[in-house]
């Protein structure tokens, strides 16, 4: 079973709406029905540990570890276990690949040495969540499959831009809609926009141009 069907299955299981279920984990009802129907995949790591805990079954089961990875190693007859030594494998190369050893890894993501060689020898299956999120995090790849977050090098964004969007995107729905909201009362600040404002399109907005107007615009973002 997929995740998103894993997702869809509990959450009826338990008769929640969208709405209940996003409200409960802190995003919007539209990204509850992404995920169950697949148009979102790379789930942050904070909503996988509150939805989670909002349907009440392992982080594991919505990152993937306990379901079938045959596109990973082409096998079709995987049990969890197998998935799970896989799992662990390949995180134990990941570390070893960029950090040479187990300790020295250990020592940047503040984890017991011997807790994290254990777990990479038994499985980490067993580990804490909020220590694999460390681990992932410290290692950028991505908390379900363990491959290699991409940052994009070929969208033609500057750094700055590239730190609106990913701040962005860490916003449930209604802080999007607070964010285009407050950057759209930005444009209408002289100070804050490369192109005069022409007398035309002023005539038809005087409000958004008043230095009054402005002053109290500007005392609201001051606030964020």
Request: proline share 1%.
């Amino acid at each position: 079973m997929d995740v998103k069907d894993i997702i869809r299955k509990r959450r009826l299981e338990l008769g929640l709406t969208y709405e209940e279920l996003g409200n409960a984990i802190g995003v919007g009802k539209s990204t509850v029905r992404k995920w169950e129907t697949g148009l979102i995949e790379n789930m942050r790591r904070d909503n996988i540990v509150a939805l989670a805990k909002a349907l009440n079954i392992s982080p594991a089961l919505i990152m993937g570890w306990d379901i079938d990875i045959s596109e990973d190693t082409q096998e079709d007859s995987l049990t969890n276990n197998d998935v799970k030594s896989f799992r662990t494998k390949k995180l134990k190369s990941i570390i070893l690949s960029k950090f040479g050893s187990i300790s020295e890894f250990a020592k940047i993501v503040d984890i017991p040495s011997t807790t994290l060689i254990s777990a990479l020898d038994k499985g980490i299956g067993g580990m804490a969540i909020d220590r694999i999120i460390k681990i992932c995090d410290a290692l950028n790849i991505d908390i379900k499959t363990f491959d290699p977050i991409i940052e994009s090098t070929n969208n033609n964004l500057s750094d700055d831009e590239t730190t609106l969007l990913k701040n962005y995107n860490k916003l449930n729905d209604t802080g999007k809609i607070e964010a285009n909201k407050r950057v759209s009362e930005l444009t209408e600040i002289n100070k804050y926009t490369y192109v005069e404002q022409s007398i035309g399109r002023a005539a038809h907005n005087d409000f958004a141009y008043d230095e009054e107007q402005q002053k109290l615009m500007q005392e609201d973002l001051d606030e964020l």
